[in-house]
């Protein structure tokens, strides 16, 4: 993953946890009917979480797609790391 794209995931993800902060562990419930990354913005932007447009897209996209947990290994993806290594 090139540098620019490791730091955009590295936001967003800090942005995850805050608005899990904010809206506790169910708070993807409160975006599941959003219909565009606008409308996301805007949620987001309502809890004082702002998103750039391409965190939005890609929230927005993951959001269409993602299951209600993520395995391990996902996590690990997303954090730069690998699965079961200890």
């Known amino acids: 993953m090139e540098h620019s794209s490791h730091e955009t995931l590295q936001q ?48 927005f996209s993951w959001l269409q797609t993602s299951e209600e947990e993520l395995s391990e290994e996902e996590l690990a993806q997303l954090a730069g790391g690998r699965a079961g290594v200890k």
């Open 12 to 59: 967003a993800l800090a942005k995850a946890r805050v608005l899990e902060q904010k809206l506790g562990k169910s708070w993807r419930e409160h975006f599941q009917h959003v219909a565009s990354p606008e409308e996301l913005a805007d949620k987001c932007a309502d809890l004082g979480v702002v998103l750039t447009p391409q965190e939005a897209q890609e929230g």
